[in-house]
Structure formats: C-alpha cells, structure tokens
C-alpha cells in the first residue's frame, strides 16, 4: 500500500503499529517504511538538524568573539602614548560589520532551530501524552519547510535579537573606552570643554565628532528596542508563547485525536494553492484524487475555444507538499491533461484554516 500524502484531514491518528495490518507509511520503487522504520528514520533526521544548528550556533560566538578581541585591541592601541582616539571610533564601525554578519547568520541558525522545536513539540512530546499522535499538519509544516526553506525571522529582527544580547554592551564599553581616552590622555583633562576639543579630527569640531558618535549609538539603540516587538522566531531555548508545561499537557490531553492543533508554529502559515486540472478523464482523475489526494474536488464545465470542445475544469485546494503528488496522480490517469497550480490568498473550510475563526 502506497501512502497518502500527510493531510489534515487525513492525519486524525497515528500510523499503525508495525506488523499489524502489513501497512507501510512510506513506499518507493519498492522500498517500503514500516512505522518503526519511519520513526528511526526521524530520529536520525532530529540529529542531523541538530547537529547542523550547533555548528551554526558556534558560527555566532565566532563573531561575537571576532567582536571582543577588537575591541579589546583597538582599546589597548588607543590608550598607548602617542596613538589617536579615532581607533576606538574606527572600530566602532568594524563591530558594526561584525554585527551585520552575525545577525545574517542567526537567520540561518533561526532556521534550523525552529525545525528542531518543531520536533520537539509536536512529534516526541506529543508521544508522551494524549492523544498521543503528532498534530494532524505537523508532517506538512516540515516538509514544506524541507522543500521551500524560508527564514523564520526578518533580518530586522535577528539585528535587533543580536544586538540586545551581545552587542549592546560592547557598543557602551567603546563609548567609556572613548571618553576615558580623552579625558586621561595626554595629561588629565580639566573640564568637559577640554574633553570636547581633544575629540575633534581632521579639522572636524569636537562637538561634532562627539554629536555623530553619540548619535550612531542612539540609533542603533533605537533599532534594538524597535525590534523587540518582532517574535516571529522560535526562540533559542523556548517558543514565545508563555503556555507553561502543566497548561500545555492538560491542553494536549483535552483533545480529541483529530482536533490537536499544534501549540507552535513558525511566524508564517503554510503556503496554499488552487490547481486547476483540465481533462477529458474528469471521473477517473477525480476518484483518483478523492482517495490518494484526501482533497475537495470541484468539477466546472469550460469549452475549448481552440477546438471547440466541451472540456472538464477540476478545480482543488492544497498546499505546496501535495503538488507533486498531484501531478502524479494525474499523470496516471491522464498523460494529456492540462494543469494549472497558481497562488491562494487564503483558504477557508475543511482541511485549512476553520471558516469560523475568521474576524
């Protein structure tokens, strides 16, 4: 038996126990998933992305420490007799790149992060209590996410995510750093009017070195306390959602084996589809759907004004993981077929998102 793609509605209750009725969950040119091979199989899937989102952890305290060790030079060159105090301003702006590429980074780490919670909450913490089954569109969210990655984050976000946990301080150590060398060197300043004539450069007034200075910094601290309102991410070590473990188990067992809806999920919905199939196997092409597809079908009536001819529309709503199942379904019934998969804005009903929640 050849499964059927993971669906909403088809997805009410776990896969059946190996050996029991000979069903398989996964065939391929005749390679055949019992369920106990599938869940191995995932098991080492959880690994791999794991293993993959630690090397891309250690990719961010790279530059973060790339961050540091400037720092501490340029603040070290700066406070030697005789080197100018524009060092620490030069590096100011080096810390800036530094920040730029960690926070492109963390996109990526964003990425393979939210895969694993999405394990983590809907595939094995969903085998420790009821219903004890995955959420009926867990398979489809990672398997969209498999087959169009896309960051879960906007870069806006991990800049000001990068920026609040490392950065900040580093940019407010340069800015001490900075007054402190003018103020020490050459001799001890006596007044705040000293200190601005030491900061001028190149002919540059003092007050606007210290203006431009200040005024970066305040910008960039603008952008971290913007961007804390941006949560689209998954998070390092817990989604946002503030559910608590005793409200989430007792949420998860009140279900009913084919209502469990997944308490997290990444910032964007699933992408959904309209397909229209044109074809002179209307019946045959519609059954076939019907079974394997787990799909809503409509059938139009179109005339070919080409030909002629009287031609039925088959038109059904999906999403991005069933395409190619689609159109190798109807392939198999009807080689010259004409299909036509194009964008939803949004679907509403059975197997999407309920007509009923909608404001």
């Not at 984050?153 to 060398?181: D, K, P």
């Not at 469990?260 to 074809?279: E, Y």
């Amino acid at each position: 038996m050849t499964q059927t793609p993971h669906d909403p509605d088809a997805a009410q209750s776990p896969p059946p126990a190996e050996g029991s009725d000979g069903e398989f969950v996964w065939s391929f040119r005749g390679y055949h998933l019992r369920p106990s091979e599938f869940v191995a199989a995932m098991a080492h899937y959880f690994r791999a992305e794991g293993q993959r989102a630690n090397i891309w952890r250690q990719r961010l305290d790279t530059t973060t420490n790339w961050a540091v060790i400037s720092t501490g030079a340029s603040i070290t060159v700066a406070f030697t007799s005789g080197n100018h105090h524009a060092v620490i301003l030069l590096n100011a702006l080096l810390i800036t790149i530094y920040l730029v590429i960690e926070a492109r980074r963390y996109r990526y780490y964003e990425l393979w992060s939210s895969r694993i919670r999405l394990f983590e909450t809907d595939f094995f913490a969903a085998m420790l209590v009821p219903p004890f089954g995955p959420s009926p569109d867990w398979a489809e969210s990672l398997a969209e996410s498999l087959l169009q990655p896309h960051f879960p984050i906007t870069f806006l976000e991990a800049i000001g995510r990068r920026y609040r946990r490392n950065y900040q301080w580093i940019f407010l150590l340069l800015i001490l750093a900075w007054f402190a060398r003018l103020w020490l060197l050459p001799v001890p300043a006596d007044s705040f009017q000293t200190i601005l004539l030491r900061a001028g450069i190149a002919g540059l007034p003092g007050i606007w070195v210290t203006a431009l200075f200040l005024g970066y910094n305040v910008i960039w601290f603008c952008v971290g306390l913007a961007t804390m309102v941006l949560q689209e991410a998954s998070g390092e070590v817990l989604p946002r959602y503030n559910l608590g473990a005793e409200n989430i188990l007792k949420s998860l067992a009140s279900q009913e084996p084919g209502q469990a809806k997944a308490w997290f999920r990444r910032g964007r919905p699933r992408q959904q589809l309209l397909a229209f199939i044109i074809t002179d196997r209307e019946k045959d092409v519609a059954d076939l759907m019907l079974k394997e597809l787990k799909r809503g079908v409509t059938s139009l009536k179109g005339t070919g004004m080409f030909t002629g001819q009287e031609r039925a529309v088959l038109m059904c709503a999906l999403t991005v993981t069933e395409v190619n199942h689609l159109k190798a379904l109807v392939v198999q019934q009807d080689p010259n077929a004409f299909v036509i998969v194009t964008p939803a804005q949004e679907v509403l009903g059975l197997g999407f998102n309920p007509l009923s929640e909608t404001g």
